[in-house]
């Protein structure tokens, strides 16, 4: 859940629906400097990489202060559990998403592996890339891609040769955590990151880093543009709260849920 602080309240949208912004981003993407995603498998994967928080989405949780969780403070074992759930539902769908998706989450899971956890999420968060690995596996035997590189967090080590599979598998991979990366932005209003790197050009690049700003308007700015229009405009859905702090999570909910989904407009256009 992505819970943001305004001058009306509470703005939650839910993580799916940030994830479908990052699908409406990736239909968008191509132009002379940068290839297209046009692989169908690659672009459900974008709008449906976070499918596992749908469940979240429905029932949020609080923090110790009786507000909404921000997606940034959800506890590690909630993510730990959506991240799991949203590689088996890709893995359902076909091998190549359940690949996308698994190795997303797998590079989700190395940010939280720097800080400092209980002994109970220390075990947890092996066990999760340790499932990871075996599902990765298992969807790349599917694809006749055999798993003899030697990898790290599911990617082939750089120094060694890759096949053209495994060229359009990362090249895919970066633009899907790329749009997510914009998306997030985009719904916190919230520049946490100035530049996406690497973001190749196409498939066996490793070349490209993307400069982002936030305008006063909300409007994300990007250079060099990844497009294929010349601005881009997309739309997602939010829940808007009074601001307050919550003594239950049963009265939380019933706010929650008696409050009417609005559509959120939002636009990217290049970096002057």
Partial sequence: MICIETTQGWRLIGQHDHALLSG??????GNGEFAAVDDDAALWAMANHDLGWREHDQAPTLD???RPHHVFQTPLLIALDAWRKSSRLAAAHGPWEGLLV???????????AARRHSPREVFELSKFQHEQVELQHAQRDALGM?????THYGLPLENHAVTAREELLLFQLRWLQAMDQFSLVLCCRQLFISA??????????NDGTLS????ENGTLRIGPWPFAQKA???TTHFRQLNKKCWSSRATFLADYHAAATQPLELALEPAP
């Avoid at 409406?24 to 993407?29: A, D, E, K, P, S």
């Avoid at 698994?102 to 939280?112: D, E, N």
């Avoid at 055999?146 to 030697?150: A, I, K, V």
């Fill in 232 to 234: 881009v405009r997309v």
């Fill in 24 to 29: 409406q981003l990736g239909l968008r993407m």
């Fill in 102 to 112: 698994s190795l997303h989450g797998l590079g989700l899971s190395a940010i939280p």
């Fill in 146 to 150: 055999g798993n003899d590189l030697p």
């Fill in 212 to 215: 982002l700003a936030l305008d």
């Fill in 64 to 66: 110790s202060d009786g």
């Fill in 196 to 205: 996406v790197e690497p973001a190749p050009s196409r498939p066996g690049r």
